[in-house]
């Protein structure tokens, strides 16, 4: 498995576990300031949650070549920036494409391609 989903798979593990920390603490404590610190921890825990699958949708891109509109593109490095969710701001890198023979035409972002990502953002 990617080592960047073995990590984010790991992130994902601290973050439950955080929850449940504060989830199963003994002692006393003010309902709202628990229900407050739970709602960061959930928060905490879809942002790792997105990383996770973003990690595994990035992985589906490991080929080199592939098409779209009818030509041929081929992987040409990765790109990163912050992608908004409901959770937060979120890395993302994923791989950048350009036309076989274009190394320095126009990037295709197969990725956000596919899943709907408009200019860093999920839009519904």
């Known amino acids: 498995m990617d080592a960047s989903i073995d990590q984010a ?5 601290n973050a439950v576990e955080r ?3 504060c989830a199963e603490r003994q002692r ?11 709602w960061t921890h959930v928060l905490a825990l879809g942002r790792t949650l997105v990383v996770l699958y973003l990690a595994h949708q990035c992985a ?8 779209h509109g009818g030509r041929r593109h081929e992987v040409d ?9 409901r959770y937060g ?4 890198t994923r791989p950048v ?3 076989v023979g274009a190394t320095r035409g126009a990037a295709d972002l197969p990725v ?3 899943l709907g990502l408009v200019s860093g953002f999920s839009l519904n």
């Open 89 to 92: 701001k979120v890395p993302f």
């Open 112 to 114: 956000d391609r596919v």
């Open 19 to 21: 929850a449940m920390r």
């Open 97 to 99: 494409g350009r036309r």
């Open 60 to 67: 589906v891109w490991r080929r080199r070549e592939y098409v």
């Open 77 to 85: 490095g990765e790109r990163t920036t912050e992608l908004g969710t």
């Open 9 to 13: 798979r790991r992130e994902v593990q």
């Open 28 to 38: 006393p404590q003010r309902f709202h300031e628990v229900d407050e610190e739970l």
